[in-house]
């Protein structure tokens, strides 16, 4: 069974940071890519970052929104995906979830979700 479970979120000052943490099990972590979304009620959930299934060379992937303050990174032996979020906004207040992607057959699964509040 495949599981994608999100961790690390919570209250935060704006211009804090928080790390985001996914751990994946029941799957062959480095054959899928990964990827952070995030959503507000009443919103569509939007990407937020990727990254694919090796990183040598790059291939990471930003919304404009968040370029420059979070990064996405991964741990291929601990089936584990990041994200670090630096200068954090009110408007960063979202559930934020795990996503993954076969690099090949499309398969895909998601996580349930974080809570992150940026407020003061």
């Known amino acids: 069974q495949v599981q994608l479970v999100e961790s690390g979120g919570g209250l935060v000052q704006p211009g804090g940071s928080l790390r985001l943490s996914c751990a994946a099990s029941?799957?062959?972590?480095?054959?899928?890519?990964m990827s952070w979304y995030r959503q507000v009620p009443g919103k569509e959930r939007e990407l937020v970052a990727a990254?694919?299934?090796?990183?040598?060379?790059?291939?990471?992937n930003y919304a404009d929104f968040v370029k420059g303050r979070f990064t996405i990174s991964r741990d291929n032996v601990n089936s584990m995906v990041y994200l670090q979020m630096n200068n954090l906004k009110p408007e960063d207040t979202a559930v934020y979830s795990c996503?993954?992607?076969?690099?090949?057959?499309?398969?895909?699964?998601w996580g349930k979700g974080t809570l992150v509040t940026v407020s003061s």
């Open positions: 996503y993954a992607q076969h690099y090949r057959n499309g398969m895909n699964y």
């Open positions: 029941g799957l062959i972590f480095d054959s899928f890519a």
């Open positions: 990254i694919p299934i090796r990183t040598v060379g790059g291939g990471t």
